[in-house]
């Protein structure tokens, strides 16, 4: 089980979600079928500006892409997730981005070349539909 922090005044906004508090959990697991991840195995719950989410995924990258989808929503603070993957696969790491960031700067600075700034849009696709449109306060996937 893996408990993940966002910053809760940024993100997609969602029906029924505010500041203080997660969409309802009807409208976090759309947001997660909305990006055509596989979500007919989880079970999505909301208290406050929690999201909790168990069941199974068909991947560990499918699982991660659950877990930001839920979380780059406005009013979420923490996703806490217990899904289980068929195999062992290794973590990709998270990353908040910052004010002034760009992909190419973060490539720079997780995986040492700038260039590589493709691999983290792909890594986050298709929650991302632009290299140029990140924001402050969203978590991204940084593969491994």
């Given at each position: 089980?893996?408990v ?8 997609e906004?969602?029906f029924?979600?505010s500041?203080?508090?997660a ?8 947001e997660?079928l ?8 989880l ?7 929690t999201?909790?989410i168990?069941?199974?995924?068909p ?9 930001l ?7 979420t ?7 289980k993957?068929?195999?062992d696969?290794a ?19 997780q ?9 983290i ?11 140029d449109?990140?924001y402050?306060g969203q978590v ?5």
């Open positions: 089980m893996g993940f922090d966002f910053i809760k005044d940024v993100g906004k969602l029924g979600a500041e203080a508090q969409a309802p959990a009807d409208k976090v697991k759309e997660i909305k990006h055509g991840l596989d979500a007919k195995d079970e999505v719950n909301v208290s406050g500006d999201i909790k168990t069941g199974t995924a991947s560990n990258e499918i699982r991660e892409k659950i877990i989808a839920a979380g780059n929503t406005l009013g603070s923490k996703v806490e997730e217990d899904i993957v068929p195999s696969e973590p990709s790491k998270f990353y908040t981005v910052k004010k002034g960031d760009t992909l190419s700067a973060i490539a720079q600075a995986l040492g070349k700038a260039g590589r700034y493709n691999e849009f792909e890594a986050n696709k298709p929650m991302l539909k632009h290299p449109k990140i402050p991204l996937r940084i593969p491994g």
